[in-house]
């Protein structure tokens, strides 16, 4: 069974700084590309990032571009999204979410989720 | 980047009655869409990808179709634990990869 766990969220002051992580199992991490989705409180689903499964690529959200960086470590089996420079308009739940086909398939729809951290940016 | 509008933005379901839910693209995203279900608390879960096909574990009442620009989801008999917030996502064009803006499904 896939199953995604995400933390690091928190409150911050807005200019702060702040690093989440999603840890996987049940499936052969480096085999798949993973993405960071978030969601503001009462509002739609945002796709934030994405990192190829030997991080070659990494892609990113015009919204958080310059300002945060996706990673991540095969071996730990991890995914991190490291938020500089926040806003309040970054706040958030912040999503793991794999990427259900492999890579070069161009299916790059979400297959499995975590539950997701929420970010608080304050003023 | 494509824009997803889906439509209606509530709609309010007996149980046991079916329901449609309708999602417009602003260019073709040809069959690469999927659908997803929020309940409130809740992490997303993927329904349908590729237009039609269910994911694991999902019940044959939900079904979609569509091509292009124009895509529908249809859950026959609502059950009590299919009420929530539907959400589509086009994977098409490179990123952004977009979603629709939401679709709650209410009791009646």
């Known amino acids: 069974e896939v199953q995604l766990v995400e933390s690091g969220g928190g409150l911050v002051k807005s200019g702060g700084s702040l690093r989440l992580s999603c840890a996987a199992s049940?499936?052969?991490?480096?085999?798949?590309?993973m993405n960071w989705v978030r969601q503001a409180p009462g509002k739609g689903l945002e796709w934030v990032s994405s990192i190829t499964s030997t991080s070659s690529y990494k892609y990113y959200a015009d919204s958080v571009r310059g300002r945060f960086t996706i990673s991540r470590d095969n071996a730990k089996r991890s995914l991190y999204l490291q938020m500089s420079s926040l806003r309040v308009d970054d706040s958030a739940v912040y999503y793991c979410?794999?990427?259900?086909?492999?890579?070069?398939?161009?299916?790059?729809?979400?297959?499995?989720w975590g539950q997701g951290t929420l970010v608080t940016v304050s003023s | 980047e494509v824009v997803l509008t889906q439509s209606p933005a509530t709609l309010s379901v007996s149980p046991g009655d079916g329901a449609s839910l309708s999602c417009r693209a602003s260019q073709s995203v040809l069959g690469r869409l999927a659908w997803y279900q929020q309940k409130p608390g809740q992490a997303p879960r993927l329904l349908i990808y590729d237009i039609s096909i269910r994911a694991t574990g999902i019940p044959a009442r939900f079904s979609a179709s569509g091509f292009g620009t124009d895509f529908t989801l249809t859950i026959s008999s609502l059950q009590s634990e299919d009420f929530g917030v539907y959400y589509c996502?086009?994977?098409?064009?490179?990123?952004?990869?977009?979603f629709g803006q939401g679709t709650k499904v209410e009791i009646k």
């Open positions: 049940g499936f052969t991490f480096s085999s798949y590309s």
């Open positions: 996502q086009q994977y098409n064009d490179w990123v952004p990869w977009t």
């Open positions: 979410a794999k990427t259900g086909g492999l890579e070069g398939s161009g299916d790059n729809y979400f297959d499995s």
